[in-house]
């Protein structure tokens, strides 16, 4: 990381004694150059640190898209859970309704017998 970094010691006699421009904006004068990956291209401090924000702030940006996607995904995980419960309490209640009237009809069978 530190050899791709040119720092220049004097801003007066920086820009002149290194020659260098950057790539992206094309300013001659930067308290530091970044060395790109092309050969012999340099960003100046503006530019890269600017590059360097977006690119953590779209890493930051996946990171919290994909934190909510999962809580989505559990919320609706949640909700099928509850759903399958209300169903299965619903015919538990209608079996034992059944079971009640299937018992007070025997009990009047038996009475009128």
Not at 34 to 53: N, P, Q
Not at 103 to 110: A, F, G, R
Request: charge should be positive; hydrophobic fraction near 25%.
């Amino acid at each position: 990381w530190y050899q791709r970094r040119v720092r220049a010691t004097k801003p007066d006699t920086a820009a002149p004694s290194l020659d260098i421009t950057c790539v992206v904006c094309g300013l001659d004068f930067s308290p530091e150059w970044e060395k790109t990956d092309f050969e012999d291209k340099f960003e100046c401090y503006y530019c890269f640190t600017s590059k360097l924000r977006k690119t953590v702030r779209e890493a930051h940006t996946e990171r919290l898209k994909q934190g909510f996607i999962k809580v989505v995904q559990k919320e609706k995980e949640f909700e099928r859970q509850l759903q399958n419960q209300q169903r299965e309490e619903q015919l538990m209640q209608q079996k034992l309704a059944e079971q009640q009237r299937q018992q007070q009809q025997q009990i009047m069978e038996q009475q009128q017998r």
